[in-house]
């Protein structure tokens, strides 16, 4: 929950910031449904787009998301990580937020977590 409302106070400052004018992702998650969405932030902190991803399995969170931009089309990636397991993974998705594929990362030694 605190990384869930850091990344919202992130995402308003940067769209609060002088001239900003570029969209600003910021990564939800539903935390009943584990339904994922993102918002698009734009200057003066207006949602200027949002769009729906999957839903995160059972016991997994949703650590960062960002684009790879190869053409018109960008590549969407999710990084996941599960506290219990240790395992991380990455989800591509296409421009829609549909799942194309998983990547598995690899899994966290004791005591440590991926610092996204």
């Not at 935390?31 to 207006?46: E, L, M, Y």
């Not at 018109?72 to 990636?77: F, K, R, V």
């Amino acid at each position: 929950m605190k990384k869930a409302i850091f990344s919202l106070l992130a995402a308003v400052t940067v769209a609060l910031s002088s001239g900003a004018t570029a969209q600003t992702p910021m990564p939800l998650v539903n935390p009943t449904t584990h339904q994922t969405a993102i918002w698009n932030i734009g200057p003066g902190a207006n949602i200027t787009g949002a769009l729906y991803g999957p839903s995160l399995p059972s016991g997994w969170y949703l650590l960062q998301t960002w684009t790879l931009n190869l053409g018109p089309n960008g590549i969407q990636h999710y990084l996941l990580y599960n506290p219990s397991t240790g395992r991380t993974a990455i989800w591509n998705m296409d421009i829609n937020y549909h799942l194309m594929g998983t990547q598995w990362g690899p899994t966290m030694p004791a005591g440590f977590v991926p610092n996204a």
